[in-house]
């Protein structure tokens, strides 16, 4: 079986390691959170906030406390607040152990398009998806591995406009999760798909672990 | 003990000069000087280019100053919003400029401001449509965008206290780019939810040193 | 809830590797890490590199680690005081190399490093004899030098309380350059006087966010 | 009768209006301190504060507590602590009125020479004086107008190695008070000298106020 959405991001939760600090990107990412120990890893969200809770709801939320999708969200103990320029300072500097974000298109060689579909119409808006995309030791992508005309998102070169240049280092997807090595795209798992079918679909060269 | 005037929010933007650039916190809604944008917009300062994260959430702040047609320019990182209908109409309309900068890079233009940097090099955006005629240079075999500071000539700003010598502490993620953009601006504005004496506050828990606060407008939650 | 360990000072500084740079906090003896300097020169580790504003007082702490001949060079902005008899002799005898960097930009420098700044352009020390060597750029008419990043390999800071996530709150101007040296090294080694549970210390005052702390090490005053 | 370096520090206090955020270097300009109503006037110290009192004594002393001279002092009401990057950002980005430093040398155009004597065996040492000399908006200087050997300190150009370009306004000695003016060099009061004496001790040019 695929995974639905709730099943890729209980498959990327497995894969944060303890003590890690992880930035989820709005959206789908998000839903990460509901599978993390959060005793265990740390939440950064970029509009000021380490030690970030789940989301809030009913008499706990509060107006002044939201992570970067704006959603109301709660504080753990030993969380710690800072302003906007010490928050990408954090990022930029490395110091994030792990950021997920959602993608239109990932190329194999760890190039990211997230922030704009290219429509000449389109009102561009990036947020802070090129600075975690610059700034995070490594960048997990999660998202489905097929648009819904049927193309491929994990590519030979991105068509959209690039987010950040080979910073992607896994894939995380319904049908599949990829690693994007210096050997080349590794298919560590796959979900109700056989390997050489996932092989034939993709426009580009995938190989078994080791 | 020092320059920071407790003012009404209609004296405060009083000098706020056509062409104006002026920066306005907030994260959405979070630390969104609503008060200050409205009695901006009753002042009338107009050709203003506005500096903040987003361009307007439904009607009211920064979006009522937009469809009070007072902005020229918008600076930010992130506008397209689910509601953001004011700001999409004008910029569908050819009626406003936009400048998207990718959010790091925004605050840390404006903290250069405030820090007196001429220049900087940031990683982010290299690569991408937002490097387009920005220099480019590469230091130890990492390749950098040279970013300039973004000053402001008024800044409105929310916090969560002030004391009587203009130190600010803000409250959870609504403090996000308030103390940025206290330190790039000419004049700063604060928007507070109450005064308190000088000492009340803990030295070591001032976010926003009086230094950077010309005025502080008491507005209840 | 972090990866903050907390060990004894012996522990913290076991992997600090000859030719290390080691960026050590303090501002005279206001800050400065005297039990992880102790520490370290116990650990043995040679030819290193300091980042400090000082070069040692009388004959602890930083002073002590020199007079061990542990160091190779020193940057600071201040070497010369009237009680740096340790490094004056090992100066005028050429068993040591000084960089002298205006203290404002030794601190923005370190800045960049831990915010993951390529270069920037600071107007100080623009005309004067430690402008010798850099690369000069008007920009809107004003010039600049531009400086590079001075990474850490450690970082030995002293603070007043941590938290068992490694946040840290200082004391008055102890506090100096604690933060800006956290953030910059590969690994910091905070020494503390009291360590205490997550949760025990403001979120809103916390200076130094655990992110930044490998190992806190309990000293008392 | 010309003026000690108390008269100094009290024509100097004199001049910094109320409201001015000030930086006193370290030595002889930490006595203008004295002669402030720091209910009026913010001191800034570059080790991280505003709202610096007066110097500390006997049980007030606190190791943690000192200006930039490693002095103890104490802190006043609404007094704000912050790092080195802040405290520096602070002064380079121009939000200090006023900085009172001693020196060596000062050219007719503002040049400050305060730093290193130039000797070959100096070593040298310059601390925040260069950040000082540039950041802020004003700079003091406090010095005796002739040195032990009898030559004027107030000089066409500083051959004492520079700490900042035309960035003195005003120059207090205790001879007399100079502003260092776009149409040159103003005397505005003397101490004990007959403004013609000065002129021709001095090889710069000087004029009386408008």
């Given at each position: 079986m695929s995974l639905d959405r709730d099943g890729m991001a209980r498959v990327i939760a497995r894969d944060i390691p303890d003590g890690a600090y992880v930035n989820l990107g709005i959206g789908q990412p998000t839903r990460v959170a509901d599978h993390l120990d959060l005793t265990k890893v740390v939440l950064h969200t970029e509009n000021g906030m380490l030690g970030m809770g789940p989301l809030a709801t009913g008499d706990h939320v509060d107006p002044d406390l939201t992570n970067a999708g704006k959603q109301p969200v709660t504080e753990l103990p030993g969380a710690a607040y800072f302003h906007h320029a010490d928050s990408f300072a954090m990022m930029r500097g490395g110091h994030l152990d792990i950021c997920i974000m959602g993608a239109f298109q990932v190329s194999a060689g760890g190039d990211l398009a997230n922030w704009h579909t290219g429509a000449p119409d389109a009102i561009p808006a990036v947020g802070g998806a090129m600075d975690l995309a610059t700034g995070a030791r490594d960048v997990f992508v999660m998202m489905t591995l097929f648009a819904k005309d049927g193309s491929a998102k994990l590519v030979p070169e991105c068509t959209y406009p690039l987010t950040g240049l080979a910073c992607v280092s896994r894939v995380y997807t319904d049908l599949a999760t990829f690693h994007l090595t210096p050997d080349g795209v590794v298919v560590t798992e796959t979900f109700g798909i056989e390997f050489d079918e996932l092989a034939k679909r993709l426009d580009i060269e995938i190989t078994r672990p080791r | 003990m020092s320059r920071t005037r407790v003012s009404t929010a209609a004296e405060a933007v009083a000098d706020v000069s056509d062409g104006a650039t002026v920066l306005v916190g907030g994260f959405g809604m979070a630390g969104m000087p609503v008060a200050l944008i409205d009695a901006l917009i009753e002042q009338g300062a107009k050709d203003l280019t506005i500096v903040s994260n987003n361009a307007g959430n439904g009607d009211t702040g920064l979006a009522a100053l937009l469809a009070a047609g007072r902005v020229r320019k918008v600076i930010c990182?992130?506008?397209?919003?689910?509601?953001s209908w004011v700001f999409d109409g004008l910029y569908r309309a050819g009626k406003i400029e936009l400048e998207v900068v990718p959010q790091g890079n925004l605050a840390e233009r404006m903290r250069a401001a405030g820090a007196g940097i001429g220049a900087f090099y940031s990683p982010t955006g290299v690569g991408t449509l937002l490097a387009e005629g920005k220099e480019t240079r590469t230091i130890d075999g990492r390749d950098y965008l040279l970013e300039f500071p973004i000053h402001g000539d008024v800044a409105l700003i929310g916090a969560h206290t002030g004391d009587r010598a203009g130190n600010l502490v803000y409250r959870k993620t609504a403090r996000n780019f308030g103390p940025v953009m206290a330190a790039a601006a000419t004049t700063t504005i604060a928007q507070v939810r109450s005064i308190v004496d000088a000492g009340a506050l803990d030295p070591e828990a001032v976010?926003?040193?009086?230094?950077?606060?010309?005025h502080l407008v008491e507005v209840a939650a």
């Open positions: - | 990182s992130f506008p397209r919003q689910s509601d976010v926003t040193p009086g230094i950077y606060v010309e």
